[in-house]
Structure formats: C-alpha cells, structure tokens
C-alpha cells in the first residue's frame, strides 16, 4: 500500500513539474521582476536603475492618480454587477429551460471568444457610430431624427466592458446551476416558499460558488482593462490600465508603471479578500 | 509617441479595422521580451562577408509591395520584417537587449534619445552614395545635427483634417479646434506630445517648451478644449471618423489627411498658424546589428529616386527625397498641403526629446483626459 | 407482518363513513405524452391514516404523490385535499408538506435553519420558531444537532430532519416518497417503527409511498396496491393479505400457491374446482362475487396455511424438492407430480422432525383458508 502510494505521488509530482516551471517562468518570475521595478528608479530616457526607491509608491497617492483608481474600481464592479445581472438569468434560463439545447446555448455564449476582443469591440465602434446600424435603426424607428452620441461615451465604454466579460460570467454560472439538484427547488416550494422566495433563499445561495467565481472572473480584467476604454471612450475614461500603459510607453516610466501594476494587484487582492468573506459566508437564510 | 501602425489600411473595410490594428500593436506595449524572429547570425562584425540577410524593424505597412522585393533583386539580400508600434516599443526592445536587427526606422526625437542612450551606431556614408538626393530641409536636422546615426525615410506634418463641406473654408489658426460650434464634432490625437503641443501653439509657444508656466496655460486650453471633444484617437482612427461624419474637425498625421482627402472631396487639410508640427522617420542600425554592411546597402536603396518614390506613393505621406519629386503621383501632389512652399518650413517645428519634462507632459495629458 | 387486533376474519371494504376525508382523488389521470402514467384513478384517504401507495416502480405510485404535493398536474381527474379543490394551486399553498426520496436538505444550511425553513416562509414570530424547532428536533430526536449541516449527517439523521422540516408546518396531509429506501434494512426496520409511532403521535394524515410490501404491510392503516397507473386493490393489510382481490395483489404482497381449474360445485360461498393436476379443491368465494359452474378460475392458497398430514378439506399427494430453513420458519418447495409446484411453510415452533427431500408426502389445507381469485 505504502509502495503504492508512494508511486502514486511521484507520478502527481512528475506531472505538475511541466506546470510548476511554466508557472514559474512565466508568472512568478515577471512578478518579483515588477515588484523590483517598483523600488527602482526610471532613466530619463527609459530603462531602470534597481534599487530601494519608495517614490513611486508615494507618487501613487498623487489625487490624479487616485481618483483614476477609484474610478477603476467603481468601473469594474458597475461592470461585475451588470454581467450578473444579465448573465445569471440567462445561466438560469440554459440550465433549467434549455433542455436538450444546454450544450448548443452555452456553446453560442462562447462563440464572441473566436474573435479577438479587439475586433469585436471595433465592430461596436462600427455599429455605434454616427450613421452606424444602431443609429439608422433608431432614426428609422422614429426614436430620433439628428444621429445619437453612442459611442465615445463613458456609457460605451461600460456596456464594452460587459459585453466583453459576460461568458466568464455566463460559464461559470452555468456550471454552478448545472450541478444544482431541482428537488431542492421543490422542496422549497413545498415548504411554502413561492418562486421568489425559492430563487433567492435556495437557488440563488447555492449557486453563490459560480457568483464568486464569475464575479472574480469578470472583476480582475475589468479593473486592468485598457483597450476598450480607448477604442470605446475615445481615451477619455482613464482607467489604472491606461495609466499603467502610458507609463510602460510614451512617460518611459517603468517604475512608476510597476508600482501602479503592484499598487492594483494589491487592491485587487484585497477587494476580493473582503467580497469573498463578505459573500462567501454571509448567510441569506436567517431573518 | 505613436504615429502609424496600421497593419491592414488599404481597402475600404480594412481602413475601418484599422484602428483594431493600432489598439493590437498597443497590446504589445507591455510585452518587454526581446523579439529574435530575425536571427542574428555570424558573418558581419568579423569583418568577412556578410550573409545575404537583413532584418528590418519597421512601423507596420510602412513599406511599398515593391520595396523589398527590389532590394532583394537587386542585391540578393533577403529581408525579413519584423513591426513595432510606438517609439517607446522600439526604444524599450533595444534597452532591453533586444539584437537581430539590422535597420529600425525611429522618428526624430527618438534618434536623439537613442544617440543619448547609445543604442544606434554611426552611419557609413561611404556606402551611401544616395545621400545626394534628400533636401537640405530634411538634413541636419537638432536631434541629429550631422546625421551621423540617421537619414530620413518619410516625413510629415501634423495638422487638421476637417469637412470643408459642412464648415467652410478654415481661416488658418488652431482656434477652430476650441471652437464651440463645433461641440462633439472634433478630434484629437491620442499623443501627449502632439495634442499639447496643439495647445502651445495656440498659445504662441514652442512645442518642446519646459516653461512650467507655459505648460499649465495649455493645460488650462486642453481643459477647455476636453468637453469639446469626441475624444482622443490614433490618427488612423481619427481618419474613418471625418470620412464618415461623425466628426468634422479631426487632429491628425498629414498622410492620414492626404489618404482621406484622395477619397474624399469635402474634405480638406489645414497646416495651421502660428506654428505646427513637421515630424521625420528616420532610419537608423542598432549597435550589435548582425549586417551593417547590408543596413547600409538597404538605406542607400531608400534614398533612390525611384524607390523613394514608389514608397511615398503608397504610404501618402511625404519623401525628403528630392530627386523623387518628378515621380510622386501627381494627384497626390496637388492635395492641400503635400507641396509645400519652402517658406511653410520656417514655422513647422520638430518635436525633441525634453528630457525629465516628458513625464510632466504624460502628467498634464492623463490629467486632461480624466477631467 | 403486523399483528392485527381483528379475531374475525377481515371484511372486505372496511369504510367508515364516520371519518372525515383527507385526500380525494376523483378520476385522475396523468399522461406524459400518450402513455398514460396513472390511468382513471379514484381513492379516497381518511383523515388521521397512514395510507400506503404500493407498486413496483413506473406504477404511478410516485407521481400520483406529486399530483397531491402539486408539482404535476393530473391530465384528467380532480384532486381535494381537506375538502378544497387543489386544481391550479401551486405546491407552496396546498396544506401538504413531503419528504423527498433522498431528502432534499438544503445543503448550504444547518439543521435548525432546514428545520425551520417553512415556518420562516409563514413569518412565524422568532421565538415561537425557536421554540417549535427544538421541539421538533427533539420529536426525531436531533437535539444537539441543530448546528450541522447535511453533509454532516448520516442517512439516518438526514432522514429525520427531512422529517421534522415537513411536520413542524403541522401540514393537513404528509406526503412521504419512499424516505426509507436508501437506508440499510436494520435502520429501516427501527425507522419504520418509529414513523408509525410519531403519525400515531401527531395525528397528521400521512400518504407513504413504498414499493416495499413488507414496509407497507407494518406501517399502513390502508394501502392502494397500484400497478400500470391502475389501483388494484384498496384494503387493510390483513384484508389484503388474505382476501387478495386479484393475481397481481395475491402475488405482490406476499408469496401464493396458485391452483386454475374449472369450478365443479358453487354453494354460497363455498366452492369446488379440478385443478389442472386433477386434484379437487375446496375454496371460498369472496363477498360479492358469483362464479358458475364450469368456469375457468383460479384458487390462491398461502404457504404458512399448508401444513403436513391430512387433516383439512384439501388434501393432496406432494414431492419434497428442497428445504429451505428461514430462522422462523422453514420453507419446503415441493412438486405435484406433473411439476407444478406448491410451497409450504412450517413453524419451526416444535422439534418435530419434517420430512427429507425426495420424499413423497400428504400435505393439506382447509377450505377457508384457500379463496378463488377474481380477473
């Protein structure tokens, strides 16, 4: 038995190894490479002296800078809380009304992943655009005569960035509700819970792993997005991500960049520390 | 600082997806490693002959169909093409140790900081017998005063793209762009440096001031001008915009406007007063160029009358190569603004490296952006 | 098999009409499609019983229990409980309350707060919640346990809480799916026992499906025996046992030795058939059935009412095949000479040696004990 399982870890180690050096090379290391960036100080014409420099992280407190982190934050959840809200009911409706479609549904919520990002969300400029298909329907529908002012807005830039992360809502979501037993549904309702009450008291909190996860899923991309507030916003909804790139770029500011890179990860860490807590074990049930 | 790097911008629905193009090479902003798919090979520094190979770092779709197939016939040097998309990339590739390249095309102020910060080689103007042909206005120009390490491949001006149609004829001053009837309606360009610059200009000042003073003035003009706008652009995204009306005012490279303009009759090109911006590609060889030999051969070919024609042609913007001024297509040179008087030269000013001050000017453009 | 009180022979169709009606089902059918899952069902379920629905699987038993609970709505057919119409009314406002199969506890809370669930859904005040939850924990004897939850609970102790989470509604009617079948037979037997005495305790109409014959004859006060969405037979258990209204309910419940014949004598109740193995039977006939002379019929005997020797009405000449010792009892298969087979069970009450296999003996049985089976 010993022999056994001892053979048995030894295959478990030899095929994390691939992955351990891969996480290795590849994350960990660029990881303390920005952490050391951070504490170095930037040549005036690009590269980086290493050494213990805390002025980039003071320079992170600069009101600018932290209003566009504030910002960032309010932008990400605004757009994890707009993919839960329109990604839970259609989980919902695949998993419990899609019957034999499930797979094909959840297959069509994945199909936007076939393109790159970046030509999806130029395809909105397209569509939004001032003699776009939204606008020609709108003026055609009577809604308007003049083109609306659809895109370079910070509403664009939004419902970018939620068109953009809903499958990584939409998917975990489905596979939280797929494993969801529907006699726990019944019994509920026979215990005089109607539909409403059944939804958020059983349904709802069983399927809080998939919220966590997709809610995760969707956050950490929102709040480091800097694509689509420049090819949506029109560069006027600065988000950490852009800051973050400018200074990778055109400042030539790799210090600050990494402190700024740091300063999110850190905040990220921290949101999500307090959502887990906060939602992971708050009980729904108990009033 | 970014001007072109538009992979795909011939074609009516490739032009649109361009601006997908220039946000895709901005993705590689943060990708530092150095790029070795043009492989360094033995040969050249040991003073024997060199490999019948070049690699050429370039801005995307910045050469004719005819270029590198010419200099391949002519001299049996094969190319290969590897693309950046801003100065920074470029600058960071090469600090970071980037090797294999042979010639990179940096803009102006980018050759004085790359001089400064001793990445690019002298030239050998022995091999360069070509240097004849570019003007005297393209030579010796501050951020390379002898043209030691550079000589030009394409240069340009920065101006105003607008609806001649729908706004009239504009009287010649930045104003227009400040200019509240036309609210919504304008544009300018994702640069800190060209967009503030806008703003010094307007003010009467230099576009490489340090002036602390003068440079919260046009951060109070850019604040106003902020709610004016659509936004700020790529200068390949601003294009589609005016062309399709969205806006009518538009912040952007001359060959964007020519590109337009030969597509579009309403529209028209202002090199506004009191001061603008001339800008200049240059090309350069990286220390640790695997074949300077071929880098040279490969810069005098450039400055051929008939290849720098052909390229100008294709790439709208303008050729410091004066012997191929015969040769330019004469529609292009009949476009407002490409054949300048020599005169306009006096007030096109040239963008330089300011130092510690350039993050000052990052400072006050995210500032203005986020007002 | 439960001892009943009844000295009598039982009667067939012991309705008391004094009893107020629980459930009643009128005409129900339920169609998936255009298979007809419970066809033309009628029952009515008294209030106060511990009524059985028992069939094999796929006889309609179960989903005829959700028709009550209100999670399918029968095709045809109306449905009252406590004498209202449920047609229309969703699950959660019909007077019923189920435990499920494999218990359905809600898995993200503690047994106090599953326990409590339909109380909280009725906004029972706080303290009245308190107070009925640890009752009802103590009633299945979960004290103690309120603070865990399912994943940490045994089949047993799931059992109970899927119990108390059901009675502390104080429901009109409790429907229960099979919640003892996934228990091992020692713990179904002590929970059998243990249903019977809280039903007896709370009073609650209790509907108990089971495809258990064994679970349904202790528990039950009546059962509907069902099989093809059809009820064959609605009786006590006894009346079940021993007056089997057909071949399907002779056989289900219990094991039966069956004799076809044609009938020779019809006097009353009282009948006479030759058997296939030309062996005349004496049998009765059940209330209310009228059999003819010369009529194809069949006679169910019990094996524990055979016995060895001649001393009854029915006598005949049998081979011993195998011997099976039960504890109990012992189990002898024998065969008649053509290889029909009889079996018979013997008391091992006494130390009376029985007969070897391979031996050829006279085993006999009385009249009254044998019945003619109807269609």
Redesign the interface.
């Known amino acids: 038995m010993g022999e056994k399982g001892r053979g048995w870890n030894l295959g478990l180690a030899g095929l994390l190894t691939p992955v351990t050096i891969w996480l290795g090379l590849f994350f960990l290391i660029p990881l303390l490479l920005i952490l050391a960036y951070s504490f170095g100080t930037s040549g005036v014409y690009g590269g980086i002296t290493l050494g213990f420099n805390p002025g980039n992280y003071l320079k992170v407190f600069d009101p600018l800078y932290l209003q566009i982190i504030g910002r960032t934050f309010f932008i990400a959840a605004l757009t994890t809380l707009l993919c839960l809200a329109l990604g839970y009911p259609l989980a919902y409706f695949i998993v419990f009304k899609g019957y034999r479609r499930r797979n094909l549904l959840i297959l069509l919520v994945m199909v936007p992943f076939w393109t790159s990002l970046l030509i999806r969300a130029y395809s909105w400029v397209v569509i939004l655009s001032g003699n776009g298909i939204a606008n020609k329907f709108l003026q055609f529908i009577g809604v308007t005569d003049e083109p609306l002012t659809l895109i370079f807005t910070p509403e664009a830039v939004l419902m970018g960035m939620v068109y953009s992360y809903l499958p990584f809502m939409i998917l975990p979501l489905y596979a939280s509700l797929e494993k969801f037993d529907t006699r726990l549904k019944e019994a509920a309702k026979d215990l005089g819970a109607s539909r409403w009450q059944t939804f958020w008291r059983v349904t709802f909190p069983l399927s809080m792993p998939g919220v966590i996860a997709g809610s995760i899923l969707v956050f950490i991309p929102s709040a480091g997005e800097f694509v689509i507030p420049q090819l949506l916003g029109g560069s006027r909804t600065v988000m950490t991500g852009t800051l973050i790139q400018t200074q990778f770029g055109a400042a030539r500011d790799w210090a600050f960049g990494s402190a700024l890179s740091v300063m999110l990860a850190v905040l990220l860490l921290a949101a999500i520390l307090f959502y887990v807590r906060r939602v992971g074990t708050d009980k729904l049930e108990g009033m | 600082?970014q001007r072109r790097g538009t992979s795909i911008s011939r074609g009516k629905f490739l032009k649109?997806?361009g601006?997908?193009g220039v946000?895709?090479s901005?993705?590689s902003?943060?990708s530092?490693q150095p790029n070795t798919s043009a492989t360094g090979g033995g040969g050249g520094s040991g003073g024997g002959p060199e490999e019948k190979e070049l690699a050429l770092y370039n801005w995307s779709d910045y050469v004719a169909g005819s270029t590198i197939p010419g200099f391949q016939k002519e001299t049996g040097i094969k190319v290969t093409q590897d693309f950046f998309a801003?100065n920074?990339?470029l600058?960071?590739k090469l600090?970071a140790g980037a090797t294999g390249y042979d010639v990179i095309v940096p803009s102006d102020y980018m050759v004085a900081?790359m001089v400064?910060?001793d990445v690019i080689q002298k030239l050998d103007k022995s091999k360069i017998p070509n240097i004849k042909n570019v003007g005297e206005n393209y030579m010796g120009l501050s951020y390379d005063p002898n043209n030691e390490y550079s000589l030009p491949y394409q240069w340009g001006t920065t101006g105003i793209l607008y609806n001649k149609k729908e706004v009239g004829k504009l009287d010649s001053s930045w104003d227009a762009m400040w200019d509240k009837q036309f609210e919504?309606k304008m544009?300018m360009l994702?640069?800190?440096?060209e967009t503030i610059g806008a703003a010094l200009y307007k003010l009467g000042y230099s576009v490489n001031s340090k002036n602390q003073d003068q440079l919260q003035e046009a951060e109070a003009e850019l604040k106003k001008q902020?709610p004016l706008?659509?936004?700020?652009?790529a200068s390949t995204e601003v294009r589609p915009?005016v062309m399709?009306?969205?806006i009518l005012l538009g912040h952007v490279y001359s060959g964007d406007a020519f590109l337009a303009m030969s597509e579009n009759e309403d529209l028209d090109y202002l090199i506004p007063n009191p001061r603008a911006t001339r800008w200049t590609d240059n090309m350069s060889i990286p220390n640790g160029a695997p074949h300077p030999d071929n880098a040279n051969k490969f810069i005098n070919y450039i400055l051929d009358a008939k290849v720098g024609a052909a390229l100008s042609n294709y790439t709208y913007y303008n050729t410091p190569n004066e012997a191929s001024l015969p040769d330019i297509d004469p529609a292009l040179k009949d476009l407002p603004g490409y054949t300048l008087a020599s005169d306009i030269f006096e007030r096109l000013e040239v963008i330089e490296?300011v130092?510690?001050t350039?993050?000052e000017y990052?400072?006050i453009?995210?500032?203005v952006?986020?007002a | 098999m439960k001892e009943r009180p009844t000295a009598q022979k039982p009667r067939e169709g012991d309705q008391d009409s004094r009893r107020e009606v629980a459930v009643a089902l009128t005409g129900i059918t339920k169609r998936f499609g255009e298979f007809a899952v419970v066809d033309d069902l009628n029952l009515e379920i008294w209030e106060g019983e511990f009524f059985s629905l028992l069939g094999p699987s796929g006889c309609g038993k179960t989903t005829t229990l959700r028709m009550i609970a209100g999670f399918e709505n029968p095709t045809e057919g109306v449905i009252s409980v406590a004498g209202e119409p449920v047609r229309g009314v969703p699950p959660y406002r019909r007077p019923v309350n189920t435990v499920f199969q494999s218990y359905a506890i809600f898995p993200h809370l503690n047994v106090f707060d599953n326990v409590a669930f339909g109380l909280r859904r009725a906004r029972v005040p706080k303290d009245e919640i308190q107070r009925r939850v640890v009752e009802a924990c103590e009633m299945v004897q979960l004290t103690g346990f309120e603070k865990r939850r399912s994943a940490q609970l045994s089949g047993g102790q799931q059992q109970r809480v899927a119990l108390a989470r059901a009675l502390i509604n104080r429901p009109k009617v409790l429907l229960l799916d099979e919640p003892l079948g996934a228990l091992d037979l020692k713990l179904r037997k002590e929970l059998q026992l243990e249903l019977r005495n809280l039903q007896h305790e709370v009073g609650i109409t209790f509907v108990y499906v089971t495809h258990d014959q064994e679970e349904a004859l202790t528990m039950s006060d009546r059962i509907a025996v069902m099989n093809e969405g059809k009820v064959q037979q609605i009786a006590d258990p006894s009346t079940l046992y021993e007056l089997p209204k057909n071949h399907f309910v002779a056989n289900f419940i219990g094991q039966i030795n069956l004799f076809s014949g044609e009938l020779e004598s019809v006097d009353g109740g009282r009948v006479t058939l030759r058997s296939g193995e030309g062996i005349k039977i004496e049998a009765l006939v059940r209330n209310g059935d009228t059999p003819e002379i010369g009529e194809q019929v069949q006679a169910a005997v019990r094996p524990e009412k055979i016995r060895f020797g001649e001393t009854g009405e029915n006598v005949c000449s049998v081979g011993v095949r195998q011997i099976v010792y039960l504890g109990v009892s012992t189990q002898y298969i024998t065969e008649f000479a053509d290889g029909t087979r009889l079996v018979l069970y013997q008391q091992n009450a006494h130390d009376s040696v029985g007969p070897e296999v391979g031996e050829q003996v006279n085993v006999s049985w009385d009249a009254n004990h044998c019945l003619i089976l109807g269609g």
């Open positions: 600082m649109m997806m601006a997908a946000a895709g901005t993705l902003v943060l530092c801003s920074e990339d600058l960071g600090q900081i400064k910060s919504g544009a994702a640069d800190s440096r902020q706008l659509r936004g700020y652009f915009l399709n009306g969205d490296d130092g510690k350039t993050r990052e400072r453009f995210t500032e952006k986020s």
